[in-house]
Every structure is written in C-alpha cells, then in structure tokens.
C-alpha cells in the first residue's frame, strides 16, 4: 500500500513533470530576457528566482527523492505542503501572467486579456472559489474513500497531486497574484478568505491527528506516521498563512507608500491632494 | 527611509498606533503562548482529546487570525514609521493592552468556558489560573497608564 504511494508519481510521471517543468522554465526565461516592464527596466531578477525556485520545489516533491526517501503518510504531506502552499507561492510571485501578457504580440495579449476578465475566469479566481477548492479539495481527500483511491490508483494519485499545485496556485493567486483583476475583491475580504481557509486547514490538521489512524479511511499507515504528517499539516499552515499574509500587506504598504508620494507630490504642485485611484486593487 | 518629523504636515496618529502596536501585542503574547508553554515546557497538548469540535473549531479561527494580525500590525506599525506619524508611548500602550487582552482572553475564555485546553495537567490549577490571569491584569495596567500619558503629553 505505502509502497505504490511511496513512488510519488512514478518515474515516467515525474520525469512528464520534469519535461514540463523545463518547457516553461525556458519560456519564462526567454520571455524575461526580451521583455521591459511599464517604467523601461528589465524584468526583475526577484521575479525570476522565485519563478525557479517555485518549479524546482515542486519537480523536487513529486521526484522520487521525496516519494521514496520518505514515503507513507509522511512523504504525502511533504507533497502536500510544498505542492499545495510553497511551490505556488513562489511561482505566483514570479508573475508569470504579467510576464506573458507583457511579452505576447498585441492581438494575442488582447485575446488573453479578454480571457482574463472573462467571467468564468473572474468567478473561479475570486478568494472564496480558490480557498474552497483548495482547502475544500483536502477535506474531501482525507474524508472521503478518495486518500484509499489514491493508494491504489497511480492515476488517481497523479490527478490529486496536479490538483494541488493548481488549486494552491489559484488560491495564492487570488490573494497576491501580481496581475489586477476587475473584479477582484478588496483587502479586508481578502485577510478574511486568508483567516478562514487557514483555521479550516488548521481544524483539519487536528482532526486528522486526533483521529489516526481511522482518518482518512482505508489509509493502511501507522498511527505515529499519521501524527507526524497531521502536526506537519498544521504547522506548515501556520508558515503559509503567515507568507501569504505576509505578500498581501507588503503590497498594500507599498500601495501607501505609492499613494504617500503622489499625494505629496499634487500638494507640491498645488493641486487638490487628490486620492489619485490607480486601477488597481482597493486598500 | 525614514523622513524627518514634519509635524505640521504628518501629526502623529495616536489612536492607529495604539491599534496597530496592539494587534502586534495580541500575536506576540499568542506566540509566546504557542512556543513557550506548547513547544518548550510542553505544558499544554496540540490537543487534548476531551477538547470538544466548536472549541476545536474556534481555536483554530482564533489561531489563524493571531497570525494575520501579527503581520498586519508589523506593516502598519511600518507604514506610520514611514510616514512619521507613530506615537510612541501610544504604541507602547497598544502592544501592553493588546498582549493582556489576549492573555486574559487565553485565561478566561480559552481555559475556562472553552475548556480548550488547561495551562498544564496533573497539577492543582488554581495558581496558575491566578498567576495567568494576573499577568494579564499587570499588562492591561501597564497599558493604561501609558495609554493615559500618551494622551497627555506630546506623544
């Protein structure tokens, strides 16, 4: 049981995940070299670090190093947190969106632009759809007969790990993606989904523990096993909701600061000190 | 980069002071809580099993938002620094308030009407309900007095 789960994604599957890793580590790069931002400066150099280092967590956790090294309950939750937390994080702060909406030709940018503000696109990255499918998306894993599924289906296990990363990425996204939507929602509503989905992660987190080895149903693993990965769980939360609140107020006071500095600068000229509304998120 | 005090332009805000150094004041004392009597001394489960599912629950909600405001009150204690506008004894006074709040919210709520969980087990718990709860009472105290100074001086 814990073998097959111990395999992470197997070796054609994560050497796939590899491959993919690599394709779009090329792209952003070339993209990046090419590209100048809005004020005429190269694309930054922190962008592209956290870009790379978001890809290699995540080809690390579904690598046999972590499958094998660790495997078990405890080899899952180290997928779990770096794929659904750690990986996204970064990769949302190397703003590749920005990056392709910057780099594409126009008619293309227009296209994705309209995609972006789309109204599925719009519904399915707001704050309360992403948390919901991320931390919605553990409880029915390990609630339901889906974690015993995903011991014995390699595809299954797959399907959950890509689900992971992708969730995580939208849910980050929808809290400090870099690129403004229309539609998205204001910073109180933001901290709120963030505190939310952090205590029901957090609940979660308990519930697994107190409940091993019974949860999640037909896991096969050892109750020590479980506790590990359940405080591993928990604490891992407190670190991710800790970054991503982390990214969220660093915006908002740079944000004040922008403000500040407008603000001062329209007195100076003896204008009104206008709150000059910049498009972007509201504070 | 911090500018010089240009009091006719950036008055200092006494009461955001307070109320940002205070939400640092409530994550602190929480995060002394988690490391030291959690982690360190192990006085204090992850969770004790008689704890029940709605004290679970609002444990958790209270936990996550312990977080957010540590880092809020972090950055918007930055912000006034920017801006010249932070009142110090006022902060001062915040973060005192806020950390006894909490600690006397964790005494009172927490242990006893929650019963999430006790100070420490196998032990009688009344002098450590009362010093728990004392501390909390010297820092409410501490808070107040330089809350009330911070009214009357400059600041």
Redesign the interface.
């Given at each position: 049981m814990s073998h097959a789960h111990g395999a992470a994604a197997g070796p054609p599957g994560w050497l796939l995940a590899a491959a993919l890793a690599a394709v779009a580590v090329v792209l952003y790069l070339r993209a990046a070299r090419g590209v100048r931002t809005g004020t005429g400066r190269p694309w930054g150099a922190r962008r592209t670090w956290a870009f790379l280092a978001g890809v290699a967590a995540a080809v690390v956790a579904v690598s046999p190093l972590v499958g094998d090294a660790t495997g078990g309950a405890r080899g899952h939750m180290v997928q779990h947190v770096v794929l659904g937390m750690a990986a996204p994080l970064a990769l949302v702060l190397g703003a590749p969106v920005t990056l392709a909406l910057t780099s594409l030709p126009v008619a293309a940018r227009r296209r994705a632009v309209r995609a972006l503000a789309s109204a599925p696109v719009q519904v399915l990255a707001h704050p309360v759809t992403a948390g919901l499918l991320h931390v919605g998306g553990l409880y029915a894993l390990y609630l339901t007969p889906l974690y015993a599924l995903t011991l014995r289906s390699p595809a299954v296990h797959r399907a959950v790990l890509v689900h992971f990363l992708a969730a995580g990425c939208l849910f980050a996204w929808s809290l400090v993606g870099p690129e403004r939507t229309s539609r998205r929602p204001g910073l109180r509503t933001r901290?709120g989904v963030?505190?939310?989905a952090?205590?029901?992660h957090?609940?979660l987190a308990?519930?697994l523990?107190?409940r091993a080895p019974l949860l999640p149903a037909g896991n096969g693993h050892g109750v020590g096993e479980l506790q590990d990965a359940a405080?591993w769980m928990?604490s891992a939360g407190?670190v991710a909701?800790?970054a991503l609140?982390?990214a969220l107020?660093?915006a908002?006071?740079r944000r004040?600061?922008r403000t500040?500095v407008r603000r001062v600068t329209a007195q100076a000229a003896g204008h009104p000190a206008a709150e000059c509304s910049t498009g972007t998120t509201s504070a | 980069m911090p500018r010089p005090r240009d009091a006719s332009r950036t008055p200092v805000d006494r009461r955001r002071s307070m109320l940002v150094a205070a939400a640092v004041g409530v994550g602190l004392m929480a995060a002394v809580d988690e490391i030291v009597f959690h982690q360190l001394l192990g006085w204090h489960h992850f969770y004790d099993r008689s704890t029940s599912q709605v004290a679970l629950a609002s444990d958790g909600v209270l936990h996550a938002v312990e977080l957010v405001l540590l880092v809020a009150g972090f950055f918007g204690l930055s912000d006034l620094r920017r801006r010249a506008a932070l009142g110090r004894t006022a902060a001062w006074a915040g973060l005192l308030l806020g950390a006894g709040g909490f600690q006397l919210f964790d005494g009172v709520v927490d242990h006893k009407v929650l019963r999430v969980h006790q100070i420490r087990y196998g032990v009688d718990l009344v002098p450590y309900d009362v010093a728990w709860i004392g501390a909390a009472v010297l820092l409410l105290g501490a808070g107040a007095v330089l809350a009330a100074r911070s009214r009357g001086g400059p600041a």
């Open positions: 901290v963030l505190v939310v952090s205590a029901a957090g609940y308990k519930v523990y107190a405080r928990y407190d909701e800790v609140a982390a107020f660093a908002w006071h004040r600061r500040s | -």
